[in-house]
Structures are given as structure tokens and as C-alpha cells.
Nanobody, 124 residues
Framework: QVQLVESGGGLVQAGASLRLSCAASGHTFSTYHMGWFRRAPGKEREFVAVISRRGVDTYYRDSVKGRFTISRDNAENTVYLQLNSLKPEDTAVYYC?????????????????WGQGTQVTVSS
């Protein structure tokens, strides 16, 4: 069992930055690939970024490439998402999730554990 707790969301103006954190419980964090997803009001949940177990590989959705950075600290059981140059369309609840299945990291149903989410609101 893995419990995930996100933090770091908030209300910012366009162009600002935020750093989201996701703290994981347990001693098996390093065996999971970690993803970030988001759900905007009235929209489906969508993949944002993923990082492999050892942090070697990262992938992003096209709309956040060059602006968002995913990283992890396995010693601290934490995964991060640095959000730069935020846009109003980035407004959403952001969720971290854990999976051992790297087959298609873009699919939410491939993830076993989810956090409760943290709200990011970007004003224009």
C-alpha cells in the first residue's frame, strides 16, 4: 500500500511559478514510476508528466514541455513537479500517482495509487 499526499498548489498570476510536491508513505517508493495528472473544470483527467523509478526517464504532454519539470528524490520518498510560465489553461486539480506498469504511462487506469490532489489556479 502506498499513500500519496500532494502539496504546493495555489492561486497565481499568469507567468508565475509553482512547485508541487507529492510525499509517499512506505518503503517501496523507488519501485514505482510516478506520474502527474490534472483535471480542469468540466474536462477529463489528463496526463501531465511521468518519471521512471530511478529518475532516468521523463515524459511530458506536449502543452507543458519546456515549462514543467518532473523530478524525484527517492531518499525522501517525494516526487516534484516544477511549473513555470503558468498559463490560465493550466488551471486544474493536480494529482500524483504511482504505477509499476510503464507500458503506457499516459493512461490513468494503469496507475495503482493516487493522491487527493492539489488545486492550481492561474489568473490572467
Amino acid at each position: 500500500q502506498v499513500q500519496l499526499v500532494e502539496s504546493g498548489g495555489g492561486l497565481v498570476q499568469a507567468g508565475a511559478s509553482l512547485r508541487l510536491s507529492c510525499a509517499a508513505s512506505g518503503h517501496t517508493f523507488s519501485t514505482y514510476h510516478m506520474g502527474w495528472f490534472r483535471r480542469a473544470p468540466g474536462k477529463e483527467r489528463e496526463f501531465v508528466a511521468v518519471i521512471s523509478r530511478r529518475g532516468v526517464d521523463t515524459y511530458y504532454r506536449d502543452s507543458v514541455k519546456g515549462r514543467f519539470t518532473i523530478s524525484r528524490d527517492n531518499a525522501e520518498n517525494t516526487v516534484y513537479l516544477q511549473l513555470n510560465s503558468l498559463k490560465p489553461e493550466d488551471t486544474a486539480v493536480y494529482y500524483c500517482a504511482a504505477t509499476r506498469d510503464y507500458t503506457d504511462y499516459r493512461l490513468a487506469e494503469n496507475y495503482d495509487y493516487w493522491g487527493q490532489g492539489t488545486q492550481v489556479t492561474v489568473s490572467s
